[in-house]
T-cell receptor
Framework: DAMVIQNPRYQVTQFGKPVTLSCSQTLNHNVMYWYQQKSSQAPKLLFHYYDKDFNNEADTPDNFQSRRPNTSFCFLDIRSPGLGDAAMYLC?????????????FGDGTRLSIL | GQNIDQPTEMTATEGAIVQINCTYQTSGFNGLFWYQQHAGEAPTFLSYNVLDGLEEKGRFSSFLSRSKGYSYLLLKELQMKDSASYLCANQAGTALIFGKGTTLSVSS
């Protein structure tokens, strides 16, 4: 089935050690999003790609970077994770970002910082 | 701004009907989504409203009043599996702005 796949489901890293989370999609959607969701909070958009165009949210820390080497894959890089970065990271896609198209979410990667 | 407000928690019993309300700021409105999120899982799409009125989809219905900046999700014939967080989200450009979610607990 077409889907949004995130790997790994659970990731543990050390304070300050770079970590990369991955997302792939078989939906051939143009737009890919990364959200951060902390416990009991709303998903917060970090950035998104419309095709190859990168769109960073104004309040996303510089510590967070993203890469989209092709249509199917998108990566979230955290250069120096801090304890406050422990969260669920959700990848989502949409066909073209238009308002009447729902976003399709992956199962998320839960990141823990030691 | 895109403040979205919804109740933090609600409880209900199996077979009952529950209404989850959501209010949002009307500036930049492009459509109102409802998502369901079970603990530890990804949000899944439930409904979308862009015009005023009620959209019915099986046991779930969603209502929108654009002039009031108000929406609700109506869940009928509640089942235990409906225990989850329900997220209201406003489309802003190509991004979704989510509320904090309403945690619904269904008991037998």
């Amino acid at each position: 089935d077409a889907m949004v796949i995130q790997n790994p489901r659970y990731q543990v890293t050390q304070f300050g050690k770079p970590v990369t989370l991955s997302c792939s999609q078989t939906l051939n959607h143009n737009v890919m999003y990364w959200y951060q969701q902390k416990s009991s909070q709303a998903p917060k958009l970090l950035f998104h790609y419309y095709d190859k165009d990168f769109n960073n949210e104004a309040d996303t820390p510089d510590n967070f970077q993203s890469r989209r080497p092709n249509t199917s894959f998108c990566f979230l890089d955290i250069r120096s994770p801090g304890l406050g970065d422990a969260a669920m990271y959700l990848c989502a896609t949409s066909i073209d970002g238009n308002s009447n198209q729902p976003q399709h979410f992956g199962d998320g990667t839960r990141l823990s910082i030691l | 701004g895109q403040n979205i407000d919804q109740p933090t928690e609600m409880t209900a019993t199996e077979g009952a009907i529950v209404q989850i309300n959501c209010t949002y700021q009307t500036s930049g409105f492009n459509g109102l989504f409802w998502y369901q999120q079970h603990a530890g899982e990804a949000p899944t799409f439930l409904s979308y409203n862009v015009l005023d009125g009620l959209e019915e989809k099986g046991r779930f219905s969603s209502f929108l009043s654009r002039s009031k900046g108000y929406s609700y999700l109506l869940l009928k014939e509640l089942q235990m599996k409906d225990s989850a967080s329900y997220l209201c989200a406003n489309q802003a450009g190509t991004a979704l702005i989510f509320g904090k979610g309403t945690t619904l607990s269904v008991s037998s």
